[in-house]
Structure formats: structure tokens, C-alpha cells
């Protein structure tokens, strides 16, 4: 079926903004055109070098340049990754992506050790994922060789609303590491985050950004704002679950065949509040007592709202199948 790739923002903005129900209606009614609405793709993620990082994103906990309680930790062991890749697995993820709290990769012993955790998660069967910030191509090639299935790098928010948010690097470092991740061949993740104190119009250029890229991104992590004491936005409210909807809706409508996967934010939403959000289109979700530093609901909880949804775990490389179609654009 045929994707599109070129959305006008005021198309964008029309969707975006429609009533709240009917939005919700049209969504829902493009997934079934294209996924199986109970299949949820289930991922865990894990933080293999934790804090301490030099960027300045004001909503990370992670950042040197903010007061938190995450200090900068060691990088994990590939034993210690390797064991809670297949906890995951025995739960029901087909998905690990491991995150470091990097501004960019370098090739130096670092780098050859997530190469290796990547070929051991790879082993077990499960996709694998990788978020180490900024990337050259040769990197991304290795990255690749060794197994890795995705790389996770987000737009975070517009261009227009970007340095408000970060200014040790740019939107268009963001955009250059995903054409290199892209050209590589590797699976592209990128999304956003809201409740930055961006505007609907922020949402909405992110939006046509990432599905005006040349290709959809095979996922698009959709996170709210976890307010982390000690961040600038340490105050920020949290965001309204009707914002979520519309954003999760959006996305599904203009970039029907990815993932779009209701990510940061679900430790504060009941379980009527993300049914609402699988209703509007969220296909995958982030499974796991812990995000990278902060709460995630655990198992239990994710197993019984399943049960309660009638949702079951997506199989590993399903999406394979799907970017096969995705590649005719
Ligand atoms: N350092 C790498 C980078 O920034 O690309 C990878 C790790 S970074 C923590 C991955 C993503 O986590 C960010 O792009 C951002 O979207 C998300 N994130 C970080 N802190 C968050 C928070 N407090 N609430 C919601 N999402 C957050
Ligand atoms: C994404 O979009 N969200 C995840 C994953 N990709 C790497 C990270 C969310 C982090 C939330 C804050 C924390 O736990 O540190
Ligand atoms: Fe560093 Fe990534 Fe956090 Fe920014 S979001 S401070 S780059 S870990």
C-alpha cells in the first residue's frame, strides 16, 4: 500500500488538530488496514553507561550539566547484559536496546565492548537496538556487522523549538546520524518527546520531519516528559493524556506501517489512559521495572493489562517482513 512521504505541514496540522474522537476513529481504522491492532511489540531497554554525559538536553537525567541523582556510573560487563537480555527475552521481549549516555560513539575499547554485547544479544534471537548518540557511518557499519537490528535517535522535538532545549549540538547533527544510520541499511528508530513546553506547531513540524525523512522510520517512540528533580524541567506539568493520544494518532495516520511505540511515561498513566493510546495506533511499548533511569511499570502489571486489552506480544523480526513493502516508496 502506498506511504507517503510527502505531507504538507498544514495536512499535518489538519489531522493534528481534528476532534479528538474522530481523530482516534480514523486512526484505529488505518491499523487495522495495516498491523494486526492486538500484535504490541514488547522491548526492553537497558542503560550500559549510565550519566555523566557532556550534552545539555534539559529533560535528561543523565547530563553532567544537571544536579540529579544519577551520577556517572561504569560501563556494564557484557556477562551482566547478557543475563538481563535473556530476563527479558523469558518475559516476553523480542526487543533489547541498550542505551549509553554519549554525546557521540568513539572508536576506541568503549565502542568494541557494546560491539560485542550487541553480537551476544543478537545471539539469543532478539532484535537488537542501540542508542549511543551521534554516529559516523563507519560506525554504523560495524554497528550493523556485529547483528545490530536498529538504531534508536530522536528528533526530540522541531527545529524551531530544539535550541531552546539543547545547544550542545544541532538539529542538523540529529539529522546527518540518522542518514548515516539509514544509508547503512540498519533499522531507523526516532521519535519524540512532549511536555518540553514545545507548542501544538512543534509537535506538528516534528511530525512532518520524520515522515517527510526519505524512508519512515520502522519505529517512532512517542515519550512524555518525565519530570526528573534536579533538570530544568524538573517543574514542567505532566502531559495530558488526550496530547499523547493526538500525537500517537498523528503519527499512525501519516506513517501507517511503522511502530509507533508509546514509550517514556506510562509509570503516570493508568490503564485506561493507554488503552486510549492503543486505540489511537501505539503498536510497541517499552517493558521493564525501568526505563533507562527512571520507573517503568513491571511485568506483572504490563502481563495483566495485555490480558485485561486483549493484546499479545508481537514475535521478533516481524517488522522485517514489513519493510520489505516499506522499501517502495
Ligand atoms: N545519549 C543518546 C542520545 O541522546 O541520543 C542516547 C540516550 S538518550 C537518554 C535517549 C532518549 O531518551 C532521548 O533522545 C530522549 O528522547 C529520551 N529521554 C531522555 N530523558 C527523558 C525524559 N526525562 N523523559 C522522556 N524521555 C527522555
Ligand atoms: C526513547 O525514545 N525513549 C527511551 C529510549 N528511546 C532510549 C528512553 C526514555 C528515557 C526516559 C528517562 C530515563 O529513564 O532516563
Ligand atoms: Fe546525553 Fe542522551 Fe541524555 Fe542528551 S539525552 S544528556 S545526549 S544521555
Known amino acids: 500500500m502506498n506511504l507517503r512521504h510527502d505531507w504538507t505541514h498544514d495536512e499535518v496540522a489538519a489531522i493534528y488538530n481534528k476532534p479528538v474522537l474522530e481523530l482516534i476513529y480514523e486512526a484505529a481504522s488505518v491499523h487495522r488496514q495495516y498491523n494486526d491492532p492486538t500484535e504490541v511489540q514488547v522491548s526492553t531497554l537497558l542503560s550500559i553507561k549510565t550519566g555523566g554525559c557532556p550534552e545539555n538536553c534539559s529533560y535528561c537525567p543523565q ?11 561504569k560501563m556494564l560487563e557484557l556477562e551482566e547484559v547478557m543475563t538481563k537480555a535473556s530476563i527479558a527475552k523469558q518475559n516476553g521481549s523480542t526487543r533489547f536496546c541498550m542505551g549509553a549516555a554519549w554525546r557521540n560513539v568513539k572508536d576506541n575499547k568503549q565502542f568494541d565492548k557494546v560491539l560485542n554485547m550487541v553480537k551476544g544479544v543478537n545471539s539469543l534471537g532478539m532484535e537488537v537496538c542501540c542508542t549511543l548518540g551521534m554516529l559516523s557511518k563507519e560506525q554504523a557499519i560495524k554497528l550493523r556487522d556485529a547483528g545490530l537490528h536498529a538504531y534508536n535517535h530522536n528528533l526530540d522535538t522541531s527545529e524551531g523549538h530544539y535550541s531552546e532545549i539543547i545547544t550542545t549540538r544541532t538539529y542538523q547533527d540529529r539529522l546527518d546520524t540518522l542518514d548515516h544510520v539509514r544509508k547503512t541499511g540498519l533499522n531507523v528508530c526516532s521519535g519524540g518527546i512532549i511536555g518540553l513546553g514545545e507548542s501544538n ?33 524538573e517543574d514542567q506539568e505532566r502531559v495530558s493524556v488526550w496530547d499523547m493520544v493526538r500525537m500517537i494518532a498523528t503519527a499512525r495516520i501519516m506513517m501507517p506501517q511503522s511502530q509507533i511505540r508509546l514509550s517514556a511515561g506510562r509509570q503516570e498513566m493508568p490503564i485506561t489512559e493507554q488503552a486510549l493510546c492503543f486505540m ?19 511485568v506483572n502489571q504490563d502481563k495483566m493489562m495485555f490480558e485485561l486489552l ?8 516481524k517488522g522485517k517482513k514489513q519493510e520489505m513493502a516499506a522499501t517502495e516508496f
Do not use: Q, W
Open 63 to 73: 547530563s553532567a550539566h544537571h544536579n540529579t541523582s544519577v551520577g556517572a556510573e
Open 201 to 233: 506547531d512543534d509537535r506538528i513540524t516534528m511530525l512532518y520531519t520524520l515522515s517527510n525523512l526519505p524512508k519512515h522510520p520502522e519505529s517512532v517512540p512517542v515519550n512524555a516528559l518525565v519530570a526528573v528533580e534536579g533538570t530544568p524541567l
Open 280 to 298: 489511537a495506533g501505539a503498536s510497541s511499548i517499552f517493558a521493564g521495572e525501568k526505563l533507562l533511569t527512571t520507573p517503568n511499570p513491571d
Open 310 to 317: 486483549g493484546l499479545h506480544p508481537m514475535a521478533a523480526f
